[in-house]
């Protein structure tokens, strides 16, 4: 049994609305610090609307984003931050970040939260080792120092460089890549174009691991290198998973923490043992009857 962890995101009352539309109705639930926390439902349930607002890319209708990367957030500190109209503060437990005030280029950097999306978005033309080294172009740029001094040999940078490089080697290990290092990452196969991209969003060191469907269009043996690589990131590195996928056997296989969806509402939130056999997330996925017993794992359901 894995010990309980302190919430990383807390995600209350979240609402978007477009026009007329409610996408998200007054969603709540958190996401644990070293835990994957599955995000599913069926098609049009709202989970990609959820990954927009909590990466900036939409900002919602109402409802916090809480995010604390590192610590735990005083209640007190968490309601200070909400009533002064800031994005963010540096408390004695750690910093506390209200994402729905933030855009996204501040969630990804100030934040350390990382996405990959449903559609691989390598650049195919660079090799697999630039696109990771590619991926720590900040920590890169900050080590030059103003203007160009990196251009000029500044210590700092050659050291940085030298890191960079490094960190690239170890993930490309990690997913059993370092042979095709050099090799142009669009001329690789699809199921190691999809580990190449999450090695290049964990190039970052993030906090927060937002995948949107890693899973998507992987065979079998893809699939379980998937799932042992999330995994070992779950385990082996700081990070956590918010992860939204449609492969019921990788959520139920690899999960600590499900919340399901359905037309822009929560219906069930638990571990993997309880929501396969709970009937709302049966009737959403398959339409049956809710006294009908059905193992959602053992269906092979794909929404």
Request: net charge negative; charged share 25%.
């Amino acid at each position: 049994m894995r010990a309980p962890h302190t919430a990383l995101l807390s995600v209350e009352h979240l609402t978007m609305r477009f026009g007329g539309v409610i996408a998200i109705d007054d969603l709540s639930f958190t996401a644990a610090r070293g835990e994957i926390t599955a995000l599913i439902g069926p098609n049009g349930a709202g989970k990609t609307t959820v990954f927009n607002c909590v990466t900036g890319f939409y900002k919602p209708s109402a409802g916090r984003l809480a995010l604390t990367p590192s610590g735990a957030a005083a209640p007190e500190d968490l309601l200070a931050l909400t009533q002064s109209g800031r994005r963010f503060s540096e408390t004695a437990s750690g910093e506390i970040y209200l994402l729905e005030r933030m855009a996204d280029f501040e969630i990804a950097q100030r934040g350390r939260v990382a996405r990959t999306f449903q559609n691989i978005r390598l650049f195919a033309g660079m090799t697999a080792l630039e696109n990771l080294i590619v991926a720590q172009h900040n920590a890169l740029m900050a080590a030059s120092g103003p203007g160009l001094w990196g251009l000029f040999g500044l210590p700092s940078h050659r050291a940085r460089q030298k890191a960079a490089i490094e960190t690239a080697k170890y993930w490309l290990e990690q997913i059993d890549l370092i042979g095709r290092a050099d090799d142009p990452a669009g001329a690789l196969p699809y199921g190691a174009q999809r580990r190449l991209e999450i090695a290049r969003a964990m190039c970052a060191r993030p906090a927060l691991l937002c995948l949107d469907e890693p899973a998507a269009g992987l065979n079998p043996r893809e699939s379980a290198e998937l799932a042992a690589l999330l995994r070992a990131i779950r385990d082996e590195h700081a990070a956590s998973i918010l992860l939204i996928e449609h492969d019921m056997s990788v959520v139920m296989e690899i999960s600590d923490h499900i919340v399901v969806l359905d037309y822009g509402e929560k219906i069930a939130d638990g571990a993997p043992s309880a929501i396969r056999k709970d009937p709302k997330v049966i009737k959403a996925y398959l339409g049956v009857d809710d006294e009908d017993e059905v193992d959602l794992a053992a269906s092979g359901t794909r929404a």
